[in-house]
């Protein structure tokens, strides 16, 4: 990464994802458990969600596509969002409070976080389709919460991924107190849109090969600024973001 007279020129702010990425559920689909009873109480049915495959999606975007045959329309939805989110909390808590380890770190994650954490040319925040309440309930249950103490963008606020980038840019920069660059920022996540959604804001794009749907080639059709095939190796992970410049 090149010196600057300009401190703030050489700060890089890592936009992860979390599913696929950081960690992964220990059942394929589980993520239905808790989903599938929330529409169900707020909406009187769960659609076209167990036929879903979901991986990139905002939970916004994943209700309207399970909706979309139930005449539920996003304005309609968006009617809901309070009763939606505390709905959904109930729900995930009470599958993640029976005694079952819903989540699990993917190799090399915490280690790669405090070498960035000890790093200060680099600072991490979330960037999900989860929401907020969800992402950060995933943060405290294994242990990660201490590594994302800027604001993030979250998947109620938004049917399109596309939109969270600038959403978080904005939050950080005012949390900062500095003006950044589109290119200062890096989102790291498992699918292709995670990589969209930083070309539509101007950011880096770093493609990590630790999700259940996308092979390293499907992912790099997508053209990311770098590929990594997992976190294990920290000293690889931190020359592969320093060669982004």
């Not at 808790?34 to 879903?52: D, I, K, N, Q, S």
């Not at 070498?115 to 242990?143: C, F, H, W």
């Not at 589109?182 to 498992?190: A, L």
Request: proline fraction near 4%; charged fraction near 30%; charge should be negative.
């Amino acid at each position: 990464m090149p010196n600057s007279n300009h401190p703030n020129e050489d700060l890089r702010i890592l936009l992860w994802d979390i599913d696929g990425t950081l960690m992964r559920s220990t059942r394929i689909d589980s993520y239905k458990d808790y989903t599938a009873p929330m529409l169900e109480a707020v909406f009187g049915t769960a659609g076209r969600l167990h036929e879903m495959k979901v991986s990139g999606m905002t939970d916004f975007q994943i209700v309207a596509e399970a909706l979309r045959d139930e005449g539920f329309t996003h304005e309609t939805i968006r009617e809901r969002e309070i009763e939606l989110r505390e709905r959904y909390m109930t729900e995930m808590e009470r599958v993640t409070g029976n005694g079952e380890q819903l989540f699990a770190l993917l190799p090399g994650v915490r280690e790669t976080l405090q070498a960035i954490s000890e790093d200060p040319r680099y600072q991490s925040a979330l960037l999900t389709g989860n929401i907020e309440a969800a992402a950060k309930l995933k943060m405290k249950l294994v242990g990660l919460s201490e590594f994302f103490t800027l604001p993030g963008a979250f998947g109620e606020e938004s049917y399109d991924r596309r939109d969270l980038p600038a959403l978080a840019a904005e939050r950080i920069q005012r949390h900062l107190r500095i003006a950044l660059d589109p290119r200062q920022f890096i989102v790291i996540g498992d699918t292709p849109n995670d990589i969209a959604c930083a070309k539509h804001f101007g950011a880096r794009a770093v493609a990590v090969c630790t999700g259940r749907m996308y092979s390293a080639d499907d992912l790099r059709s997508h053209q990311p600024d770098a590929v990594l095939p997992d976190f294990s190796d920290t000293e690889l992970v931190l020359k592969t973001l320093e060669g982004l410049g």
